[in-house]
């Protein structure tokens, strides 16, 4: 790339928030990764992304090849929503984890997204694809997958600044009194079971806010619509048990098998709807999964066609 010469009004910036504006199809913590690589120079000299500039300095960037990153494509069949040259959206199946892992080395939605993408663009400095959120291993639903760094950097705001819709169907094991509410509380780890997330206070954790609405009740249990405004990890899991007092149907974290009123094979908690601009192009999508049978007794209820 060619030199970047700072002017009078760069002066006293950090390098890293600089070169973020100068170059923004490049995320932030790429820049600093090219920074501590030595891709990025100063003056003709390494440097710290902290480095703060003064008029006048010669900023040059290199930008590397991509190069292939370790993990190994696997023909593990996608349901494709949608695809273009920057995002992928799917409907992700119940039991396939996102990432590899300890314990999940393989067979993982990133295996199978490395086989299906064929124009994966460089994310990091690797050619793979980016996962901007995460769904539950037994979750089911919609998910989009970044395939450059702008998109990447992009949806990751759109995130971050809830600008992201997204709607869950859940089944939990019982019937809240209410039709309709709002959770907002702080979810953290939980101090001493450290597989389970909890309700904190005290100002621990981080802020989680979820509206839902019930839709219909079969055999006790209550199909709840869950809106998102956060996305921490297990919210509606956490919401559900510890705010409603009901946890979703088959799930082995916070449920109880032995007392569940319905039996399911799976964790029944589907993230039914997402929509958002899209992180190029801009224009408004929305994308909804098709409901497992397993829902149908309660979708039939509420007057939703489940697959």
């Known amino acids: 790339m060619d030199w970047i010469i700072t002017e009078s009004?760069?002066?006293?910036?950090?390098?890293?928030?600089?070169?973020?504006k100068k170059l923004p199809e490049m995320s932030r913590t790429r820049l600093q990764d090219l920074i501590k690589d030595g891709h990025i120079t100063l003056n003709g000299k390494a440097t710290k992304a902290g480095a703060i500039l003064k008029t006048g300095d010669a900023i040059h960037v290199t930008v590397p090849e991509a190069v292939p990153v370790a993990i190994v494509a696997q023909d593990i069949p996608l349901t494709i929503l949608f695809e273009d040259s920057d995002i992928v959206v799917l409907d992700k199946p119940p039991g396939l984890v996102v990432h590899p892992a300890e314990g999940n080395?393989?067979?993982?939605?990133?295996?199978?997204?490395?086989?299906?993408?064929d124009d994966l663009s460089g994310?990091?400095?690797?050619?793979?694809p980016g996962i901007v959120h995460r769904l539950?291993?037994?979750?089911?639903?919609?998910?989009?997958?970044?395939?450059?760094?702008?998109?990447?950097?992009?949806?990751?705001?759109?995130f971050s600044e809830r600008r992201i819709a997204k709607i869950y169907l859940a089944v939990i094991n019982g019937v809240p009194k209410d039709e309709k509410g709002r959770v907002e509380?702080?979810?953290?780890?939980?101090?001493?079971?450290r597989k389970r997330m909890a309700v904190l206070y005290d100002g621990a954790g981080k802020d989680a806010v979820t509206e839902w609405t019930r839709l219909?009740?079969?055999?006790?249990?209550?199909?709840?619509?869950?809106?998102?405004?956060?996305?921490?990890?297990?919210?509606?899991?956490v919401h559900m048990k510890e705010s409603l007092g009901f946890p979703i149907l088959g799930d082995p974290i916070y449920g109880n098998a032995a007392r569940q009123r319905v039996k399911t094979?799976?964790?029944?908690?589907?993230?039914?709807?997402?929509?958002?601009?899209?992180?190029?192009h801009d224009q408004p999508l929305s994308f909804e999964a098709v409901l497992p049978p397993e829902y149908a007794p309660w979708t039939q209820a509420a007057g939703i066609t489940a697959g």
């Open 123 to 128: 994310i990091g400095g690797e050619m793979r």
């Open 136 to 158: 539950d291993k037994d979750t089911s639903g919609c998910m989009v997958v970044a395939k450059n760094d702008t998109a990447h950097r992009r949806l990751t705001e759109a």
């Open 265 to 280: 094979p799976r964790l029944m908690l589907h993230a039914w709807k997402l929509a958002f601009n899209h992180p190029v």
């Open 216 to 237: 219909s009740v079969h055999e006790g249990c209550a199909l709840i619509q869950c809106r998102l405004l956060t996305g921490r990890t297990h919210q509606i899991r």
């Open 185 to 193: 509380n702080r979810i953290g780890r939980h101090p001493v079971d």
């Open 9 to 20: 009004a760069d002066s006293g910036q950090r390098l890293d928030k600089h070169l973020a």
């Open 105 to 117: 080395r393989d067979g993982t939605l990133v295996n199978a997204l490395l086989h299906h993408i």
